[in-house]
């Protein structure tokens, strides 16, 4: 068995793209993350594959008024954080498949933005906890992996974009949200808050759950309990993979 890969520290990384199936799964699955690498003045990106229209059945929008509202959604949820860099792919919500186009799209992106570490959804089902393995992402994990090894730094892979002026670019390292084999994990207690004022930002999607900050702490405090920190503390859980 190989040794296990430790992360990077935050002080050698410039800069982190997070790739997600809809607006708000950056939230969820790294919000507090997410702020922690913001305080650290690391420059973070998103890129949203999907327009998110298949969401928020519950709030009373229709699907045509849906992708402008998660966008806006997201903006806002990204401020709470300290993220103002998005692009929207704007693939159809519910059809997201890792095709070739897609993974075109996600290396332009990492070409653009030369990030040192990405943040992506897993590739793989989560068995014990299927919501976390809808289609989306799972086609935006496999895609986002296949963009990072072999595509974005290969000169010969998208030669269209190089001619372009998008270089080819070596992500270092990729951190993978919802894996079922977490081997890192982040202590959140301090920017819970910050995760929660994300969360709540998402008003066409959380504002019918009363439980929201419960069900999320939840999470939190069963991702600390898994790794050994005291009573009281949060965690977000991930599994880091060494892409240098």
Not at 37 to 66: A, P
Request: net charge negative; aromatic share 8%.
């Amino acid at each position: 068995m190989s040794a296990m890969y430790t992360p990077l520290p935050d002080n050698e990384i410039k800069r982190v793209l997070v790739v997600t199936a809809h607006p708000d799964d950056c939230d969820f699955g790294a919000g507090g993350t997410i702020a922690q690498w913001v305080s650290k003045g690391i420059e973070v990106s998103y890129c949203i594959c999907t327009n998110g229209d298949q969401g928020g059945e519950e709030s009373g929008l229709t699907m045509e008024e849906m992708p402008a509202v998660r966008q806006r959604e997201q903006r806002d949820a990204g401020k709470a954080l300290g993220v103002t860099d998005i692009t929207f792919l704007n693939y159809r919500d519910g059809w997201l498949t890792p095709t070739i186009e897609l993974r075109r799209d996600i290396v332009k992106v990492i070409r653009q933005k030369k990030p040192d570490r990405m943040l992506i959804q897993s590739p793989e089902r989560n068995w014990d906890r299927i919501g976390a393995s809808h289609p989306d992402h799972l086609a935006a994990g496999e895609a986002a992996i296949q963009a990072v090894y072999p595509d974005a730094r290969n000169p010969f892979a998208f030669t269209d974009l190089k001619a372009e002026g998008f270089e080819p670019w070596r992500v270092k390292e990729v951190w993978v949200m919802a894996h079922n084999s977490p081997d890192h994990f982040v202590d959140i207690t301090e920017t819970f808050p910050k995760k929660m004022a994300a969360l709540h930002a998402h008003v066409s999607q959380t504002a019918h759950n009363e439980k929201l900050e419960e069900m999320v702490g939840d999470w939190g405090r069963m991702n600390a309990e898994a790794c050994g920190l005291p009573e009281g503390h949060l965690a977000e859980r991930f599994r880091i993979v060494n892409t240098n």
